[in-house]
């Protein structure tokens, strides 16, 4: 900034929805009509700032903020949140909330007046906590959701009267070790005419998903339900467009229909509403999707492709012309394949939910307790890499699955499914005794068996006979029978048509807003029913959109598969490494082998490393690229940003084995997380380094990680002297102090950091019973590895779940909780302690804002005190804990954190072990 101290006053700051095409010449700023809002100098004569919203004054600062002592190399700068909330920053540091809601789709302008006579611009920083959008993005987030959810629910109720969609899915996940036979077993199901592949190819993280009609067309066409649901017909989404569009009585005609381009994205002075045979007249309103750019297919185009012109033709005149009140019922079994890979398991609960069917496979030649090798072949049928010992057998894995289906709300129907019928023979544990075993493991509620008794469906996918044969008749009969009680979500036709249509069209299963939107006004639907549609469609996990996070707003995903491709290529990628044929893998001049060896240790790898041709066929440079990619899988707690521009994949890591865990631990009493009767789920610890990794930093010694594995990591803290190794156990999850300068500090943040980490990761898994997680200590009796929970009422004492006695605990026990009740005991929530530790802000309106005081109070407030801060915090704080009845430190905390005081929430959480 610079500054001419001759003339008075200084700068205007703001944003407006205008664009530099639209905007009106005006004497002043603040004269800006229309969504302008402009923090600028008050009438009043003082230094104040005020807050300008259509050419109006709406509100004035605190006195304490102005512009006029401004100094050259001061920054100002104004952040808009998803929320449409707008927060004033100067010198890098939150200044105010301003009493505003910002539309989407605005642009940032500056006033040079009076004193300021240059400003240059700068990126946004962050402040101490991290970036301002991140810190703000979970609340901001959630209520921006609910807003467009209850806008899109009255689009929804409108659309439904034109004709609906009963949709009901059976999703169909197939479980195993590696090598077990689950590939066979789906095509003995699904006889695909399309799967024409032969040899052995390993599985990536999840095939792609193949999709069946139950039953057969005629009963969509009739309307009626044949009632034959061992017959499932394989179908695309071409050929299920072709049945609706003959559902409304379209016949082909004799050749070949071409599609009209549908019109281009609209220029400013466009309307935005589908109505092509009348010019817009008027100013178009503000798009709620974000500015959107040119996007360029190949043989995927659905307009440009002649080949399916005939089914799109009579598609398009089906669902844009509907009539009637016509409804359709559909029932689909989407059957995913999933690969065996230990790393595959750690990150499938991620990308697959609320799953209908899991059918377990194991193979009757081994016992439930083999480790099996593990070996991964390429696509040429070929072995990549060296073979591996399983590092969990089959009874394990299933032990595995079973408990991350019991950390959801929707529990599936499990299938248990013996391959390899003809080598039963060869293992001295029987189908039978296999069957005993696995009723223990499984609630006999959600356990299927085969005719009511055999627990294990004995199969031979590879070579089926005709017993084969008849009992996948039998099992596809199971699974549709045993569905028949779930809920059947209701989409409008012409949203059902388009989600077909998307699908039908995106290139390797990703598809941009703009080609959405193209495809949504070829069956009369403007930009407004759009994000209606995909809304509902996200809700019903039809398709992927993640419109809350910035550099993924105008991607649509119609199924993860471009993103598990990815993934499994990182995994075949280690197998290469492991083998250690470096030319074969990468075979391109400029590779780095430094790159190779960090990915092939420690999973640690770049922009530059994905960029590679390995990887590249991924990628749709105008659609999705490598940057779209780890912004995911940060957002997902898959990968975590190091240093230097390195990304870390933790589900990738090597598993330490057993004996080399024992040397870790360092501490006497370690602190066990656990659930109770239950185990630690598929993925939680995966994401939770992910998480952690974002407040710490994994220990390193001259730049190499000490102690960095899947099931094992040690970790330093950043914001105080500590370090710590969290290790996963399989019962629970171990958390070690290695060293610290304060122990009795140290400990219970550590905790409170891991607590906060797996409440993160269980909200991206779906993990709910994860917010029943107990501390706990290993029992003093040796013979007994059971955990001892801490009594409620005696802080001193615990008992254990395994033998079920009492033991004491020492300091080395309770120094990890002790600190917590402390502080809850020694600051009551009280007035005075209220008013003391809000005696730093300033904004107390924006406070009173989110704290859900109304606006006529907070007014009523600045006038009765005459705008005096400490006063008005006064009243506020007194009025919130007469009208609130559920007011407490949390809520106030959560308060301070939307208005952008997160420095103030952290260092609160902290002192009340929130």
């Known amino acids: 900034m610079e500054v001419d101290s001759k003339w008075s006053g200084s700068l205007s700051i703001g944003v407006t929805t205008q664009s530099t095409a639209q905007v009106v010449s005006v004497d002043n700023v603040k004269q800006l009509l229309g969504q302008s ?54 010198n890098g540091a939150h200044v105010v909330t301003l009493p505003c809601t910002v539309p989407v789709g605005v642009y940032g302008l500056v006033d040079l007046y009076g004193q300021c006579v240059k400003v240059s611009l700068r990126p946004l920083t962050p402040w101490s906590g991290g970036s301002p959008l991140h810190v703000m993005a979970d609340k901001s987030a959630l209520d921006q959701q609910r807003k467009k959810l209850a806008e899109a629910t009255k689009l929804y109720e409108e659309a439904m009267k034109e004709g609906s969609v009963n949709i009901s899915i059976i999703k169909c996940l197939v479980l195993g070790i590696a090598g077990v036979g689950k590939t066979h077993l789906k095509r003995l199901l699904l006889p695909d005419g399309n799967d024409k592949s032969t040899g052995r190819v390993s599985t990536g993280l999840a095939d792609n998903p193949v999709q069946a009609f139950v039953g057969s067309v005629k009963s969509i066409l ?20 072709q049945v609706l569009a003959s559902a409304y009585h379209l016949k082909p005609t004799p050749t070949k229909t071409q599609i009209p381009q549908p019109p281009s994205l609209p220029m400013a002075s466009e309307n935005l509403t589908n109505n092509s045979s009348q010019p817009a007249k008027t100013a178009p309103k503000p798009s709620t999707l974000e500015p959107l750019e040119a996007e360029h297919h190949s043989d995927h ?10 089914v799109d033709s009579l598609f398009i005149e089906a669902f844009k012309n509907i009539s009637s009140r016509k409804v359709l019922n559909v029932r689909l079994v989407q059957f995913i394949d999933s690969g065996g890979q230990p790393q595959f398991l750690e990150l499938l609960p991620v990308f697959v939910q609320d799953v209908s069917v899991v059918l377990y496979a194991i193979n009757l030649s081994e016992s439930l307790n083999h480790c099996p090798m593990i070996y991964f072949y390429g696509k040429d049928s070929r072995p990549v890499g060296n073979p591996y010992k399983s590092p969990s057998s089959h009874k394990q894995v299933l032990e595995q699955c079973v408990r991350a289906a019991h950390a959801r709300d929707f529990r599936p129907h499990l299938f248990v499914v013996g391959t390899h019928r003809d080598e039963e023979d060869k293992c001295s544990e029987t189908k039978g005794g296999k069957g005993d075993v ?69 290139a390797r299963g990703v598809i941009s807003l703009h080609r959405c939107l193209q495809l949504a006004r070829s069956l009369g639907m403007d930009e407004q029913a759009l994000e209606a549609a995909l809304l509902h469609m996200v809700k019903y996990n039809l398709l992927l959109w993640y419109h809350n996070i910035p550099s993924l707003h105008n991607i649509v995903f119609c199924d993860p598969q ?19 044929d470096l ?50 899988m940060c957002h997902l707690f898959i990968m975590v940003p190091l240093e230097g521009g390195d990304y870390l994949m933790p589900a990738l890591l090597h598993p330490l084995s057993p004996e080399s865990i024992r040397r870790h631990n360092a501490s006497a009493q370690p602190l066990l997380l656990h659930l109770h009767n239950d185990l630690v789920p598929f993925g939680l610890f995966s994401c939770l380094v992910s998480s952690i990794q974002t407040e710490c930093s994994v220990l390193e010694v001259n730049k190499v990680p000490v102690c960095l594995y899947r099931n094992c990591v040690s ?52 993990y709910h019973s994860l917010k029943l997680l107990k501390d706990g200590f290993a029992c003093s009796n040796k013979s007994c590895k059971g955990v001892a929970t801490p009594y409620d009422s005696d802080p ?13 605990l020492t300091s080395n026990h309770t120094v990890w909780i002790a600190e917590e009740r402390k502080h809850s005991n020694d600051h009551p929530f009280t007035h005075k302690n209220i008013l003391s530790a809000l005696k730093e802000v300033v904004d107390w309106k924006s406070l009173g804002i989110q704290l859900h005081i109304n606006l006529t109070k907070i007014k009523e407030i600045d006038i009765n005190n005459r705008g005096q801060v400490a006063d008005c915090r006064y009243d506020l704080v007194q009025f919130w804990l007469e009208s609130d009845t559920s007011c407490s430190w949390k809520k106030l905390i959560d308060a301070l954190s939307s208005c952008g005081h997160v420095v103030l929430a952290e260092q609160l959480k902290t002192l009340y072990g929130l």
């Open 562 to 580: 471009v993103i598990l491709n990815i993934i499994s290529d990182l995994v075949q990628c280690k197998h290469e490494l492991a083998g250690g």
């Open 222 to 241: 009739a309307g009626v339900d044949e009632n034959d649901p061992g017959r499932w017909e394989v179908m695309d989404e071409a050929k299920l467009m």
């Open 301 to 310: 185009d659905v307009f440009d492709n002649p080949a399916t012109g005939e």
């Open 715 to 766: 970790f330093k803290c950043i914001k105080f002297p500590a370090q710590f190794t969290i290790i996963d156990s399989s019962l629970f999850i171990e958390v070690h102090l290695d060293s610290a300068r304060d122990v009795p500090t140290a400990c219970p943040r550590i905790r409170k950091l891991i607590y906060d980490g797996i409440k993160k990761c269980s909200d991206v898994l779906r």
């Open 583 to 632: 030319s074969k893998l990468l075979g391109i001049s400029g590779v780095k082998e430094a790159w190779c060896s960090k990915f092939k240790a420690h999973a640690i790898f770049s922009h530059h490393f994905l960029s590679l041709n390995y990887f590249k066929r991924h990628f749709l440079s105008d659609v999705f690229n490598v940057e779209h990619f780890t912004a995911l």
């Open 796 to 808: 001193n004492l615990a008992s254990c779940a395994g033998c079920s006695t009492d033991m004491d």
């Open 438 to 506: 696995i009723k223990q493991i499984v609630n006999s509620e959600y356990l299927i068996c085969k005719n009511g008794v055999d627990v294990i469906w004995d199969i031979n996918g590879a070579n089926p006979d005709s017993y084969d044969q008849k009992v996948a008749g039998e099992l596809r009969h199971a699974i549709v029978d045993h569905c028949n009680d779930e809920a059947t979500p209701s989409l409008p036709i012409k949203w059902f048509g388009l989600e077909m249509q998307i699908k039908h069209t995106a």
């Open 37 to 90: 809002f402009i923090v600028t100098s008050s009438v009043n004569g003082k230094p104040s700032l005020a807050l300008y919203a259509g050419g109006q004054e709406v509100d004035q600062l605190p006195d304490e903020i102005n512009f006029h002592d401004l100094k050259v190399g001061d920054t100002v700068g104004l952040l808009y949140t998803n929320s449409g909330t707008l927060h004033l920053f100067m």
